[in-house]
């Protein structure tokens, strides 16, 4: 199967920075570290996994990394969707899935708005379970 340029394997820049978590406890030896720059390529990484029967697993920064994680996953590093966009009269935020809830609050209080972040302002806001109500 020819491999997609959105993976890649170990040996790679890519592997080595989307196998490092910012929890450096966890040890993540995945079969593939995949880099979406767009919601297309995303698409196009899930597609490839289902057909080499892969899980996917989206790794914004590794904040709440935990576990092993092995060679029939996939993780995919967000930290490059870092779209942003605050609409002030609806006191809503759209971030994508590699945005930080500092950038996101920093952001927001222009407006005197506040997301209800966790303490770390280098989380991502997606992966973070206080982020669904506030910013999504
Ligand atoms: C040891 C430890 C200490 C912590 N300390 C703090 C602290 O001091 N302050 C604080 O505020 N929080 C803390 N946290 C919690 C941490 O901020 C949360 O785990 C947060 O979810 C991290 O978000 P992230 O996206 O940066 O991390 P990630 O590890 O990248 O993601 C966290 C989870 O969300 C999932 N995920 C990420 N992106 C997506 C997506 N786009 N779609 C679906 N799922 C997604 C990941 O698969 C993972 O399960 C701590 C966690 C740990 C394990």
Redesign the pocket.
Known sequence: MTQSPLLFSPGTGEYAHGTS???SSAEQHPGFVAVPRTAADVGEIVTEAAARGLVV??????????GAVDEKTIIVD?SSLDDLHIDAESRTASAG?GQ?WGTVNAQAERYGLLGL????P????????SAAGSAG
């Open positions: 978590p910012l929890s697993m989206p790794q914004a920064t590794g904040h709440g990394a935990s967000t899935a930080t972040a966790g303490s770390a280098s989380a991502r806001s997606p992966g973070s379970p």
